[in-house]
């Protein structure tokens, strides 16, 4: 259980981990004093940088509470604000991201008129340098789901299965929900998020408002060194799949178990990946061998698939292939970075 302030709950308090994300911070907060709907409290949490995040944070004057720690990562920095947050409603916004005027107004109203839904997440805009927007859902996916406004899913675990639709900056949840299953968990370095979404889907209902309330930007804040430190990170602290479920898996319903199954999937390929670039081949193996039947179809799954079939030579030959990939990735993110800073 998370320790309640003593302070009234009233409106949404808005979290804002950051780590050394100053060039893209005051674009994000300015989106969140800038709603509709004014937010109750907002809270940055600098988990260790090394840039002028707080000199940032200091042009909005009291608007604004500044929280420092250790690095400890994203998960243990949004606890830090967790547990001093005073709202009713709780979201996430990473620094590089940033809100619609309409999210915390849009939200609101409908965790308001749905007592049966703890959290909704909303639609979302994706610009990455040099590609074109990708929306979610566009015209084309709420035609073919028949989505004409806000609704509360039937089953949040299938449609996060089917759609992979929530990121961490389209979700307001009640501050019930947070009581219930408690704070993120620090141990987990990587996915942690994941962890988290899972946990509150099993207790309750999840709406969606299919507007793009959410703006991702992933490069706007990324300069070669922290894009190369995150990713070097994530590849020494990927937990083991049950590790990551361990908290999750006592509270699923019969109902839940399908669709859970392949959301586990899709995190199990990431870890499977993430494992493959850091060299632990067996590790990788290990978990395809396990879950491959879980995971989603997409070009690493392919690759492995092809690889399995082809045994050992095949297997080294897709390790390769998929270190061949990310150095190419690596190379166009730091050129990228170069440009950008």
């Given amino acids: 259980m998370v ?10 308090s ?8 100053a060039t893209s911070l005051r674009r994000c907060v300015e989106s969140v004093v800038s709603q509709s709907l004014p937010v109750g409290e907002i809270q940055v949490i600098d988990d260790g940088s090394i840039d002028n995040t707080q000199d940032v944070v200091a042009e909005f004057g009291s608007a604004v509470t500044y929280r420092r720690q250790e690095n400890q990562g994203q998960g243990a920095a949004r606890n830090v604000g967790l547990q001093v947050a005073a709202g009713r409603y709780i979201a996430f916004l990473d620094a590089d991201d940033y809100w619609q005027p309409e999210f915390n107004r849009r939200c609101t109203e409908f965790l308001e008129q749905h007592a049966d839904a703890i959290a909704v997440s909303t639609g979302r805009l994706v610009r990455k340098w040099g590609q074109p927007e990708q929306q979610w859902p566009n015209d084309r996916t709420c035609q073919q789901l028949g989505i004409g406004g806000s609704y509360v899913l039937d089953d949040f675990f299938q449609f996060w ?3 992979d639709h929530v990121r961490t900056g389209t979700v307001l949840l009640r501050r019930s929900a947070v ?8 141990d987990l370095r990587i996915s942690q998020d994941l962890e988290y979404w899972a ?3 099993t207790c309750g209902k999840w709406g969606l408002i299919p507007e793009p309330l959410w703006v991702g930007e992933p490069m706007s804040a990324v300069t070669e060194r922290s894009w190369l430190e995150k990713y070097q990170l994530r590849r020494k602290l990927c937990p083991t799949v049950e590790v990551w479920q361990s908290r999750v898996v006592p509270r699923l319903t019969s109902q839940q178990w399908p669709g859970f199954r392949r959301v586990r999937g899709r995190v199990a390929a990431n870890f499977a990946q993430t494992l493959m670039l850091s060299g632990d081949q067996r590790g990788a193996w290990e978990i395809i061998s396990h879950y491959g039947t879980e995971m989603p179809d997409n070009w690493f799954v392919r690759l492995v698939q092809f690889g399995r079939w082809w045994g050992t030579p095949g297997k080294l030959l897709t390790s390769h292939l998929v270190r061949v990939r990310e150095n190419v990735k690596s190379m166009s993110m730091s050129r990228l970075a170069k440009l950008r800073g």
Wanted: aromatic content about 4%.
């Fill in 3 to 12: 320790k309640q302030p003593t302070a009234c709950r009233t409106g949404t």
């Fill in 14 to 21: 808005v979290i804002i981990p950051t780590y050394n994300s």
């Fill in 161 to 163: 299965a089917d759609h």
């Fill in 179 to 186: 009581d219930e299953v408690g704070l993120q968990r620090p």
């Fill in 199 to 201: 946990m509150l889907g």
